[in-house]
Structures are given as structure tokens and as C-alpha cells.
Nanobody
């Protein structure tokens, strides 16, 4: 069983940065496939960033709207996954969720139905 707790959300002006954290419980967390999703009011949940860990085979995926601005990373020693968000835009405003699953196919990394464990979310608001 994996429990996920997000933190780090808040309000920021356009062009600013935030770093979200996702703290996980569970001894096998370091091998889980991880992702960040977001959902704005009235919109569908969107895959933001994801990765599959591996010493030489790690793979990453980013949504088109955030590629080059956001970065996902993991600190296994802290059982924590991060989402570094730079050059934030008002359209990045949403509730951000951390998700995990023991295995996700590479082509499904940004598909929310591929993940079985979810956090409660943290709100990010970007003002213009």
C-alpha cells in the first residue's frame, strides 16, 4: 500500500517558480512509476510529468504545455518526488495531484487511468 501526500502549492505571479513535493510511504516506493497530474475547474485531468525509475533506463514524459518549464525528480532517500515548476503562467493554475503505480507502460505515463495511487492534491494559483 502506498500513501501520497502533496505539499508546496500556493499563489505566485506569472513568471515565478514553485516546487511541489510528494511524500510517499511504502518500502518499495523507489521502484514505483510516478507522475504529476493537474485539473483546473471545468477541465479534464491533464498529465503534467511522469517518470519510470531505473539506473540506466529511466524514462520521462512531459505534457506539451509544460515541456521545458517543469521537471520531475525523485529523492529515494526521502521517499519524495518533486515537481519543479518554472516560468509559471496563469494557465498553469490548477489542483496538482501526485500519482503512483508499481508499473506503467511508457506510452501510458501521462494517462491518469494507468495510476492506482493518488494524493489529495495541492492548489497552485498563478496570477498575471
Amino acid at each position: 500500500q502506498v500513501q501520497l501526500v502533496e505539499s508546496g502549492g500556493g499563489s505566485v505571479q506569472a513568471g515565478g517558480s514553485l516546487r511541489l513535493s510528494c511524500a510517499a510511504s511504502g518500502s518499495t516506493f523507489s521502484r514505483f512509476h510516478m507522475a504529476w497530474f493537474r485539473q483546473a475547474p471545468g477541465k479534464e485531468r491533464e498529465g503534467v510529468a511522469a517518470f519510470r525509475p531505473g539506473s540506466s533506463t529511466a524514462s520521462y514524459a512531459y505534457g506539451d504545455s509544460v515541456r521545458g518549464r517543469f521537471a520531475i525528480s525523485q529523492d529515494s532517500s526521502k521517499n519524495t518526488v518533486y515537481l519543479q515548476m518554472n516560468s509559471l503562467k496563469p494557465e498553469d493554475t490548477a489542483m496538482y495531484y501526485c500519482a503512483a503505480n508499481p508499473y506503467v507502460a511508457k506510452w501510458l505515463l501521462l494517462q491518469d487511468t494507468a495510476f492506482g495511487y493518488w494524493g489529495q492534491g495541492t492548489q497552485v494559483t498563478v496570477s498575471s
